[in-house]
Protein backbone atom coordinates (compact mmCIF):
# COMPACT_ATOMS: atom_id res chain seq x y z
CA UNK A 1 0.00 0.00 0.00
CA UNK A 2 1.17 3.61 -1.09
CA UNK A 3 1.93 6.26 1.63
CA UNK A 4 -0.97 8.11 0.10
CA UNK A 5 -3.28 5.29 0.60
CA UNK A 6 -2.12 4.28 4.26
CA UNK A 7 -2.72 8.41 4.80
CA UNK A 8 -6.18 8.34 3.03
CA UNK A 9 -6.95 4.90 5.32
CA UNK A 10 -6.25 6.52 8.34
CA UNK A 11 -8.81 9.66 7.44
CA UNK A 12 -11.49 7.12 6.33
CA UNK A 13 -11.40 4.99 9.39
CA UNK A 14 -12.09 8.34 11.71
CA UNK A 15 -14.74 9.55 10.36
CA UNK A 16 -17.62 9.68 12.30
CA UNK A 17 -20.49 10.63 9.98
CA UNK A 18 -21.22 10.06 6.39
CA UNK A 19 -22.48 12.31 4.11
CA UNK A 20 -23.82 11.74 0.80
CA UNK A 21 -22.83 13.86 -2.13
CA UNK A 22 -25.16 16.77 -3.03
CA UNK A 23 -27.19 16.01 -6.15
CA UNK A 24 -26.24 18.90 -8.57
CA UNK A 25 -29.54 18.76 -9.47
CA UNK A 26 -30.60 20.21 -6.19
CA UNK A 27 -28.67 22.88 -5.73
CA UNK A 28 -29.95 26.86 -6.30
CA UNK A 29 -27.13 28.83 -8.06
CA UNK A 30 -26.99 32.11 -8.17
CA UNK A 31 -28.66 33.73 -11.13
CA UNK A 32 -29.21 37.55 -11.86
CA UNK A 33 -31.59 39.61 -13.39
CA UNK A 34 -29.42 40.47 -16.70
CA UNK A 35 -26.34 38.63 -16.81
CA UNK A 36 -25.08 40.86 -19.33
CA UNK A 37 -24.90 43.96 -16.71
CA UNK A 38 -23.58 41.67 -14.09
CA UNK A 39 -20.53 40.19 -16.38
CA UNK A 40 -19.51 43.47 -17.16
CA UNK A 41 -19.69 44.63 -13.25
CA UNK A 42 -17.36 41.59 -12.45
CA UNK A 43 -15.05 41.52 -15.37
CA UNK A 44 -14.16 45.33 -14.00
CA UNK A 45 -13.93 43.71 -10.36
CA UNK A 46 -11.57 41.90 -11.29
CA UNK A 47 -9.38 44.18 -13.35
CA UNK A 48 -10.38 43.88 -17.02
CA UNK A 49 -12.63 45.79 -19.83
CA UNK A 50 -15.23 45.44 -21.20
CA UNK A 51 -16.27 47.33 -24.50
CA UNK A 52 -19.44 47.00 -26.65
CA UNK A 53 -19.09 47.27 -30.35
CA UNK A 54 -21.28 49.17 -31.78
CA UNK A 55 -23.40 48.63 -35.36
CA UNK A 56 -20.78 49.20 -38.09
CA UNK A 57 -17.92 50.13 -36.15
CA UNK A 58 -14.70 48.24 -37.31
CA UNK A 59 -13.37 45.97 -34.89
CA UNK A 60 -9.57 46.37 -36.51
CA UNK A 61 -9.74 50.07 -35.86
CA UNK A 62 -10.90 49.61 -32.30
CA UNK A 63 -8.05 47.53 -31.29
CA UNK A 64 -5.62 50.06 -33.15
CA UNK A 65 -7.53 52.71 -30.76
CA UNK A 66 -6.93 51.15 -28.13
CA UNK A 67 -3.85 50.10 -28.23
CA UNK A 68 -2.31 52.32 -30.41
CA UNK A 69 1.57 51.57 -29.80
CA UNK A 70 1.05 47.91 -30.36
CA UNK A 71 3.52 46.74 -33.27
CA UNK A 72 2.86 42.65 -33.18
CA UNK A 73 -0.61 41.83 -33.16
CA UNK A 74 -1.23 37.73 -32.99
CA UNK A 75 -4.89 36.62 -34.50
CA UNK A 76 -5.98 33.61 -36.49
CA UNK A 77 -9.62 35.16 -36.50
CA UNK A 78 -10.81 35.74 -39.82
CA UNK A 79 -11.61 39.18 -39.42
CA UNK A 80 -8.56 40.09 -37.60
CA UNK A 81 -7.23 42.01 -40.59
CA UNK A 82 -4.60 44.02 -38.78
CA UNK A 83 -2.42 40.48 -37.32
CA UNK A 84 0.98 40.39 -37.84
CA UNK A 85 1.83 36.90 -36.66
CA UNK A 86 -0.94 33.72 -36.85
CA UNK A 87 -0.36 31.40 -34.07
CA UNK A 88 -1.50 28.91 -36.85
CA UNK A 89 1.62 29.22 -39.34
CA UNK A 90 4.31 30.38 -36.57
CA UNK A 91 7.06 27.85 -36.30
CA UNK A 92 7.11 27.51 -32.43
CA UNK A 93 4.71 29.46 -29.41
CA UNK A 94 8.45 30.95 -28.98
CA UNK A 95 7.84 33.02 -32.14
CA UNK A 96 4.44 34.90 -29.54
CA UNK A 97 7.40 36.15 -27.61
CA UNK A 98 6.72 40.10 -27.90
CA UNK A 99 3.08 40.05 -29.20
CA UNK A 100 1.66 42.97 -27.81
CA UNK A 101 -1.57 41.85 -28.22
CA UNK A 102 -3.14 38.75 -28.96
CA UNK A 103 -7.18 38.67 -30.25
CA UNK A 104 -8.95 35.23 -29.42
CA UNK A 105 -12.57 34.37 -29.47
CA UNK A 106 -14.60 33.30 -26.71
CA UNK A 107 -16.90 30.58 -26.82
CA UNK A 108 -19.66 31.84 -23.35
CA UNK A 109 -18.63 34.27 -20.55
CA UNK A 110 -20.14 33.80 -16.79
CA UNK A 111 -22.10 36.51 -15.07
CA UNK A 112 -21.22 34.91 -11.77
CA UNK A 113 -17.18 35.56 -11.96
CA UNK A 114 -16.03 37.27 -15.46
CA UNK A 115 -14.71 34.46 -16.43
CA UNK A 116 -14.68 33.67 -20.31
CA UNK A 117 -14.40 29.80 -21.92
CA UNK A 118 -11.71 29.98 -24.42
CA UNK A 119 -11.24 26.78 -26.29
CA UNK A 120 -8.22 25.99 -27.96
CA UNK A 121 -8.61 26.82 -31.49
CA UNK A 122 -5.76 27.86 -32.38
CA UNK A 123 -2.58 25.97 -33.15
CA UNK A 124 -0.01 27.31 -30.68
CA UNK A 125 -2.37 28.53 -27.16
CA UNK A 126 0.48 30.31 -26.51
CA UNK A 127 -0.89 33.63 -27.65
CA UNK A 128 -4.05 33.06 -24.50
CA UNK A 129 -0.84 33.59 -22.63
CA UNK A 130 2.27 35.23 -23.09
CA UNK A 131 0.05 38.32 -25.11
CA UNK A 132 0.77 41.81 -22.90
CA UNK A 133 -2.29 42.85 -23.66
CA UNK A 134 -5.87 40.00 -24.54
CA UNK A 135 -8.44 41.47 -26.55
CA UNK A 136 -11.19 38.69 -26.40
CA UNK A 137 -14.44 38.59 -28.64
CA UNK A 138 -17.49 37.55 -27.09
CA UNK A 139 -21.20 37.41 -28.08
CA UNK A 140 -23.33 39.69 -25.78
CA UNK A 141 -26.25 36.52 -26.10
CA UNK A 142 -23.68 34.05 -24.74
CA UNK A 143 -23.29 35.06 -21.11
CA UNK A 144 -24.10 32.24 -18.64
CA UNK A 145 -25.35 32.94 -14.70
CA UNK A 146 -22.87 30.59 -13.31
CA UNK A 147 -20.22 27.94 -13.28
CA UNK A 148 -22.90 25.60 -13.16
CA UNK A 149 -24.76 26.30 -16.31
CA UNK A 150 -21.03 27.11 -17.87
CA UNK A 151 -19.72 23.65 -17.02
CA UNK A 152 -22.87 21.93 -18.62
CA UNK A 153 -21.93 24.12 -22.22
CA UNK A 154 -17.97 23.25 -21.91
CA UNK A 155 -17.20 21.20 -25.00
CA UNK A 156 -13.89 20.49 -26.50
CA UNK A 157 -12.56 20.31 -30.14
CA UNK A 158 -10.04 18.49 -31.59
CA UNK A 159 -7.16 19.63 -29.87
CA UNK A 160 -8.85 18.50 -26.50
CA UNK A 161 -7.80 21.76 -24.34
CA UNK A 162 -9.93 24.77 -23.35
CA UNK A 163 -9.18 27.40 -20.50
CA UNK A 164 -11.26 30.10 -18.19
CA UNK A 165 -9.95 33.41 -18.30
CA UNK A 166 -11.26 36.25 -16.00
CA UNK A 167 -9.46 39.39 -16.36
CA UNK A 168 -5.06 40.07 -16.34
CA UNK A 169 -3.25 37.84 -14.98
CA UNK A 170 -2.41 38.88 -11.38
CA UNK A 171 -0.76 38.16 -7.95
CA UNK A 172 0.01 39.82 -5.06
CA UNK A 173 2.06 36.75 -3.47
CA UNK A 174 5.26 38.77 -3.66
CA UNK A 175 5.77 41.06 -0.95
CA UNK A 176 2.34 41.51 -0.80
CA UNK A 177 2.44 43.88 -3.77
CA UNK A 178 0.03 43.59 -6.50
CA UNK A 179 1.92 43.01 -9.79
CA UNK A 180 -0.45 42.92 -13.03
CA UNK A 181 1.05 40.41 -15.45
CA UNK A 182 2.88 37.80 -13.78
CA UNK A 183 2.13 34.79 -15.32
CA UNK A 184 -0.06 36.22 -18.20
CA UNK A 185 -1.42 38.99 -19.88
CA UNK A 186 -1.48 42.82 -18.37
CA UNK A 187 -4.44 43.64 -19.58
CA UNK A 188 -7.63 41.80 -20.52
CA UNK A 189 -10.30 43.53 -22.34
CA UNK A 190 -13.35 41.84 -23.66
CA UNK A 191 -15.43 43.35 -26.66
CA UNK A 192 -18.63 42.40 -26.75
CA UNK A 193 -20.15 41.82 -30.39
Known amino acids: MSKKEDILNR ?19 ITYPDKLVQFISMTETVGGKVIELQVGQDINQLVKELFPDAKEIASNL ?11 TIGSPQALNGTDVGIIRGM ?3 AEN ?5 PQTMVEKAVCFISENLVILLKKSEIVNNMHEAYKRIEFNDYGYGTFISGPSKTADIAQVLVMGAQAARSATVILV
Open 114 to 118: ACVWI
Open 11 to 29: YRKNVKVKYDMPRLDDIEA
Open 78 to 88: PEITIATRNPD
Open 108 to 110: FGV
